[in-house]
């Protein structure tokens, strides 16, 4: 796969680092509140995360449903909104909205929050690393083929009509070689300007097996995961996107 | 041309709900998408695997598939009080 240049005109709408973790049974909710005190100065907002489970069950005695809502943890957000982090019982996830400036700042910013949740959660272990790229390419129109800007696109049998209307694509791969998987989506979304269309590249690979579990190691592994992200991104697109993004 | 990886089925098959939860606009696009395509094709791989472990439509003692959590959400409901029709105008 290609190497990356760094591109002015990068078209990342959000990056997200996280973390999955299996806490220990003393953690409790107040624990994670508490941690906004340390970081309210750059991260004022806040937020309850709740996860939500439904149930549906047909017996002989008839049909029952049940749902439930169970705190999970919180959501801090910076300022200007565009620096989220989550910090849950089951996690850790950092996301960065655009405009995004590069990955030293992001991962330096992370890894110090990561810091600060570990120290209070004491995970057992760490059970899953990600990195997540969201990408949105705005192709002006008109165009001929998807495959003039980007290289990994739905298959349209020749007779058919060659035009989408919608778009919607998940790709599951192995990525054998760093024990890791990349799901790649792409979508059509709604285009920002009336000349453009607009294509979601989402790349977001992972590690559920063999996690690394010292700090160390684990950021050192988060670094693999960004060299393969950004491998994966330009083994899928194309030159003419490249001068579209310089 | 991709092939299908050499590994257990439900690794090739399964729609994965976007995780780790994103924020922005596009990202929860793509949650709602990846959402409605794993309905859709669970609402139809249910009934196709029914049949291939013989499954008799008539029993009462089915167990669905447990559900996974996909993430949370944050919702606000307000009351909006006692409802009425709106008026209907009447066409002699």
């Known amino acids: ?246 | 041309m991709p092939a299908v990886a050499d590994l257990p089925p439900q690794h090739s098959v399964v729609i994965v709900r976007s995780f780790p939860e994103a924020q922005g606009c596009e990202g929860r696009f793509l949650s709602d998408a990846a959402e409605r395509a794993t309905s859709h094709w669970e609402d139809r791989a249910e009934r196709l695997l029914s049949r291939l472990n013989g499954a008799d439509d008539e029993t009462l003692d089915y167990e669905s598939v447990p559900l996974v959590p996909v993430g949370s959400v944050l919702v606000r409901y307000e009351i909006a009080g006692e409802l009425r029709p709106l008026p209907y105008e009447w066409d002699e």
């Open chain 1, 1 to 246: 796969m290609p190497s990356r240049t760094q591109y002015s005109k990068a078209p990342i709408t959000e990056a997200i680092i996280d973390i999955g973790v299996r806490p220990s049974e003393s953690v409790r909710l107040d624990d994670l509140e508490r941690l906004h005190d340390s970081i309210r100065d750059e991260y004022p907002g806040k937020a309850g995360r709740s996860l939500f489970q439904g149930r549906f069950r047909a017996e002989r005695t008839g049909v029952s449903t049940s749902a439930s809502q169970k705190p999970m943890g919180f959501l801090f957000k910076s300022r200007d909104e565009k620096q989220i982090v989550q910090m849950r019982l089951d996690g850790f996830t950092m996301s960065r909205l655009a405009p995004y400036e590069s990955w030293k700042p992001f991962r330096d910013e992370a890894q110090r929050l990561w810091a600060l949740y570990r120290d209070v959660v004491q995970p057992e272990e760490a059970t899953r690393l990600a990195v997540r790229y969201i990408n949105r390419i705005d192709i002006p129109l008109p165009f001929d083929d998807l495959k003039e800007y980007l290289l990994t696109v739905p298959e349209v049998a020749p007779g058919l009509p060659q035009a989408l209307s919608g778009l919607f694509m998940q790709l599951t791969i192995p990525q054998e070689d760093i024990g890791c998987t990349t799901i790649l989506t792409e979508a059509l979304i709604e285009p920002p300007a009336p000349e453009v269309a607009s294509v979601v590249v989402d790349i977001d690979l992972f590690r559920t097996e063999r996690v690394p579990q010292d700090d160390g190691k684990l950021w050192a592994f988060f670094e693999l995961l960004h060299d393969r992200k950004n491998q994966v991104f330009e083994a899928c697109i194309t030159d003419k996107t490249r001068e579209m993004i310089q």
